[in-house]
T-cell receptor
Framework: GAVVSQHPSRVICKSGTSVKIECRSL??????MFWYRQFPKKSLMLMAT?????????EQGVEKDKFLINHASLTLSTLTVTSAHPEDSSFYIC?????????????FGPGTRLTVL | GQNIDQPTEMTATEGAIVQINCTYQ??????LFWYQQHAGEAPTFLSY????GLEEKGRFSSFLSRSKGYSYLLLKELQMKDSASYLC??????????FGAGTTVTVRA
């Protein structure tokens, strides 16, 4: 089946630093990748949709300058949390699909647990 | 945003049957996914419904009524490993996936 990896799985950083999270589709080409964040015991919230070679589309309320997304190839998307603060601590999950919309099955990465001190 | 309502928690014994209901309101509709998520892990795909009716896949079945904005996930012959959160995720008219808060199912021996 389709496998999506994320790196790192856990990261702890100091307030004010930037953190980059990578999302890779290992055995398929992902036309579209999605970034979600999840707070404890809460649902996944879509942050942005990323299509290869074009700018990401951010959901309302998500700061594009704070959460930089780059989808440089059909197998890699990165999320950079800039100038991280404790309120950015969360579980970040990416997903990838071979289609151009969420209509196709999304394959989820294992998630990245970010803790900002 | 989208409104998705599912129970917060359910408890059942091993071997029993559990039905998790989900009601939703979306701007347009292009199907509904059910995902399973264990604590600290990413969601894994369980089922997809786009037409009315029941889709059966082994111990798991999912039902959809588009006119009622209603779906349920049926878990049969419960096993301890089925203890997890189950997420109802309808797809809106713009093909975006929205997730409910999840139903935590606890299976007891």
């Amino acid at each position: 089946g389709a496998v999506v990896s994320q790196h790192p799985s856990r990261v702890i950083c100091k307030s004010g630093t930037s953190v980059k999270i990578e999302c890779r589709s290992l055995d398929f080409q992902a036309t579209t990748m999605f970034w979600y964040r999840q707070f404890p015991k809460k649902s996944l919230m879509l942050m942005a949709t990323s299509n290869e070679g074009s700018k990401a589309t951010y959901e309302q309320g998500v700061e594009k300058d704070k959460f930089l997304i780059n989808h440089a190839s059909l197998t890699l998307s990165t999320l950079t949390v800039t100038s991280a603060h404790p309120e950015d601590s969360s579980f970040y999950i990416c997903s990838a699909t071979t289609g151009t919309s969420g209509y196709n099955e999304q394959f989820f990465g294992p998630g990245t647990r970010l803790t900002v001190l | 945003g989208q409104n998705i309502d599912q129970p917060t928690e359910m408890t059942a014994t091993e071997g029993a049957i559990v039905q998790i209901n989900c009601t939703y309101q979306t701007s347009g509709f292009n199907g509904l996914f059910w995902y399973q998520q264990h604590a600290g892990e990413a969601p894994t795909f369980l089922s997809y419904n786009v037409l009315d009716g029941l889709e059966e896949k082994g111990r798991f079945s999912s039902f959809l009524s588009r006119s009622k904005g209603y779906s349920y996930l049926l878990l049969k012959e419960l096993q301890m490993k089925d203890s997890a959160s189950y997420l109802c995720a309808p797809i809106s008219g713009d093909y975006k996936l929205s997730f409910g808060a999840g139903t935590t199912v606890t299976v007891r021996a």
